[in-house]
């Protein structure tokens, strides 16, 4: 089987040499690789595009991140995913059951089976623009704290990171009010995450109820503008009361559509992750999108 990788020598902090550890554990796991290195944001879907016509499979080596990007690069063709998680987090891989250890997440590769999800799609109706996802959309806080966070203090300080970049995010940050548009009805939230998958940063879920190939966005929308609900919601997520708090709300639907009126700036949101634009922005589900390999 001739696989393509591509592969995030940044992911995970930067450790060296991880593209030709992976490399060389899915030859001896016994597939034929033609290797890509990225270089910078955006790289994953070019590589992948000029690799998809001369493979069988395509692994994605690194992070969430690097998986959204390949993902992108492969829609319309019938190549499946691998996976081989070497990020700080890696939320797909958990949802799937795929081994965090890269040997043991190769030979998941080679044993070739497949299990067909659907994707998000994020367009941008003022730009054009879009992106698919297969694990969440979000708007809020978690956003902008994305964008403001810093790469050096990822690496270091990994998970930890995200929690500090939040919160002076928060304080330092007005909360938008967002209007979603779902069908014909109309929600004011502060936060929405449109979620393909359960998971959202490690083992626990935002869209605690979402299933990957059901046709439907879970979308869950929280109205809080407050340090301390804001607070409340964001600790109980771990065992899962953010979904009982009294500024939540959340259905299932194939689309929706937000802006935001109040904003004093650009109000940005991300897939998968990574920033990938500014409000407004429409999503919508793409049923049976993506074929991904699996340990069952």
Not at 4 to 24: H, I, P, Y
Not at 214 to 227: A, K, P, Q, S, Y
Request: with cysteine.
């Amino acid at each position: 089987m001739r696989a393509g990788l591509v592969f995030n020598s940044a992911a995970g902090g930067g450790r060296r040499g991880t593209g030709e550890k992976v490399q060389r554990y899915l030859e001896e796991a016994g597939l034929t690789v033609e290797a890509a290195p990225t270089r910078g944001p955006g790289d994953a879907i070019q590589l992948t595009q000029d690799l998809a016509d001369r493979v069988d499979v395509m692994v994605a080596a690194g992070g969430d991140g690097t998986v959204n990007e390949v993902i992108n690069g492969l829609v319309g063709s019938d190549v499946p995913l691998g996976l081989v998680p070497t990020g700080t987090v890696n939320v797909l891989a958990l949802e799937l059951g795929i081994p965090l250890d890269p040997v043991g997440a190769a030979e998941v590769v080679a044993r070739g089976i497949t299990r067909t999800l659907d994707l998000g799609l994020a367009r941008q109706p003022e730009t054009g623009d879009s992106r698919y996802f297969v694990l969440m959309a979000g708007v809020g806080i978690d956003a902008l704290t994305i964008k403001e966070l810093d790469v050096g203090l990822k690496n270091r300080f990994r998970r930890a990171a995200f929690v500090w970049t939040g919160v002076k995010a928060f304080l330092r940050n007005p909360s938008p009010l967002l209007q979603v548009e779902i069908g014909e009805k109309r929600h004011e939230a502060n936060l929405v995450v449109a979620g393909n998958c359960r998971y959202y940063g490690g083992r626990f879920g935002i869209t605690t109820r979402a299933v990957p190939n059901d046709g439907l966005l879970d979308v869950l929308m929280f109205e809080g503008r407050g340090f301390l609900r804001n607070a409340a919601f964001w600790l109980g997520t771990p065992l899962g009361l953010h979904v009982r708090h009294p500024g939540t709300s959340y259905v299932q639907e194939r689309s929706l559509s937000i802006r935001a009126d109040d904003a004093n700036g650009p109000v940005w949101f991300h897939t998968d992750g990574e920033l990938a634009g500014r409000l407004p922005v429409e999503i919508e589900i793409k049923e049976n999108a993506l074929r991904v390999l699996v340990p069952e």
